[in-house]
């Protein structure tokens, strides 16, 4: 029953916007650290950005710093993430993922798209 589902992803023009959501339900969303991660073919998936169960940490790629910021809403099991000044190079699928202690959890992904 544990899911985490990505929404949001699409097409977009460099310099445009975009927030991701991701909806959690099936387990404790509040105590876990929720991260997202990009991937594109040929490339290891790398972290984007990751926030602290209560919110108040986060932390971000050097890529995206600036430019992206995760945030949650425990009350809605959600996390999301913001991204402006977007870049041909932000193209990816991007991956919600959960974290505590030793368990965690995927999303599938939804692909941004950044086209000139």
Do not use: H
């Not at 050097?62 to 995760?70: A, D, H, L, M, Y």
């Not at 959600?78 to 193209?91: A, F, G, I, W």
Request: positive net charge; hydrophobic residues 30%; proline residues 2%.
């Amino acid at each position: 029953q544990v899911q985490l589902v990505e929404s949001g992803g699409g097409l977009v023009q460099p310099g445009g916007s975009l927030r991701l959501s991701c909806a959690a339900s099936g387990f404790t969303f509040s105590t876990y650290i929720m991260s997202w991660y990009r991937q594109t073919p040929g490339k290891e998936r790398e972290l984007v950005a990751s926030i602290a169960s209560g919110g108040g940490y986060t932390n971000y790629a050097e890529s995206v710093k600036g430019r992206f910021t995760i945030s949650r809403d425990n009350a809605k099991n959600t996390v999301y993430l913001q991204m402006n000044s977007l870049k041909l190079e932000d193209t990816a699928v991007y991956y919600c993922k959960g974290r505590w202690t030793t368990v965690t959890y995927w999303g599938q992904g939804t692909q941004v798209t950044v086209s000139s």
